[in-house]
């Protein structure tokens, strides 16, 4: 699969491109179980809502799950991925995002190359994140909102707060933008929440402001995002290194499979 030259400008002028129902249900049950497996291992990768034993955010379950493995080398994903960035991509992180009906919290507002500049040294925004609906995404249950073009302002802040609300990773709420910092994007920019049916997928810049709001429906939300970079852009730590689970350090260029994932979901659940 390739995007067509009005889907790869919609890339390049808004900052995101939504793919509705690119995986189907059958896949998309696939994924699912892999995930109800996966946030049953307990370790670092594992992060709760605070004050809850709700799951959050899973890490690097494409380690462990070979259903992930085979997604993320899927031609209908790698190939627009390398279409939009390089040839030569690997892995730099994955995870998924979990809003549980009627708590499922909120993720502060942010671009996602700050925290990955601050804390691993990626020396430029060669990165695409890849967001696979997992489930139905509506406006009740906590959608990400994006800010339309505001990736070409480049970052809108440079640093982060000085206490870590996370030890197991670096938290939006770090780097988060001020209301005024908001309010002026928003003017310029305004504001956009891509919706649609589990297996839709969703591309966006690491420099788009992005966010969302708690899940106020009674409807799971679960978003798997993939986040791949350039292998000409290796992460320079200068400080201590951030957990395995966080930062996938394979620097070994993916190969996309001979067949899509849909004709891999026996092999690799066998």
Same mark, same amino acid.
């Given at each position: 699969m390739r995007l067509n030259q009005i889907q790869f400008d919609e890339y390049r002028s808004n900052g995101f491109l939504l793919l509705e129902s690119l995986l189907?249900?059958?896949e998309v049950e696939v994924l699912r179980s892999a995930?109800? +497996?996966?946030?049953?291992?307990?370790?670092?990768?594992?992060?709760?809502?605070? =004050?809850?034993t709700e799951v959050r955010a899973v890490y690097s379950s494409h380690q462990r799950q070979p259903e992930y493995a085979g997604l993320i080398r899927d031609p209908r994903i790698l190939?627009?991925?390398q279409q939009l960035l390089s040839d030569d991509v690997y892995i730099y992180q994955f995870k998924i995002n979990a809003k549980s009906a009627f708590g499922g919290d909120k993720w502060a507002w942010h671009?996602?190359?700050?925290?990955? +500049?601050?804390?691993?040294?990626?020396?430029?925004?060669?990165?695409?994140?890849? =967001?696979?609906?997992?489930?139905d995404v509506t406006e009740f249950n906590g959608p990400v909102i994006f800010l339309p073009g505001s990736h070409r302002d480049g970052l809108v802040r440079e640093g982060r707060e000085d206490s870590a609300k996370s030890d197991q990773h670096l938290d939006p709420d770090d780097i988060s933008l001020t209301p005024r910092q908001l309010a002026q994007l928003v003017g310029r920019h305004g504001m956009s929440s891509p919706k649609g049916p589990a297996g839709s997928i969703v591309f966006f810049s690491p420099e788009i402001v992005h966010g969302s709001a708690p899940n106020m429906s009674p409807f799971t939300r679960r978003l798997l995002i993939a986040t791949y970079n350039d292998v000409a852009n290796l992460p320079q730590p200068s400080g201590q290194a951030r957990p395995a689970h966080v930062v996938c350090r394979e620097t070994e260029p993916l190969l996309a499979l001979d067949v899509p994932f849909s004709q891999n979901v026996e092999t690799v659940t066998a």
């Open positions: 189907d249900q059958r995930f109800e +497996r996966d946030s049953m291992i307990p370790g670092p990768q594992v992060i709760t809502e605070e =004050g809850g190939r627009p991925v671009q996602d190359y700050l925290a990955w +500049r601050l804390a691993d040294g990626l020396p430029a925004p060669r990165q695409i994140n890849v =967001g696979v609906f997992l489930d």
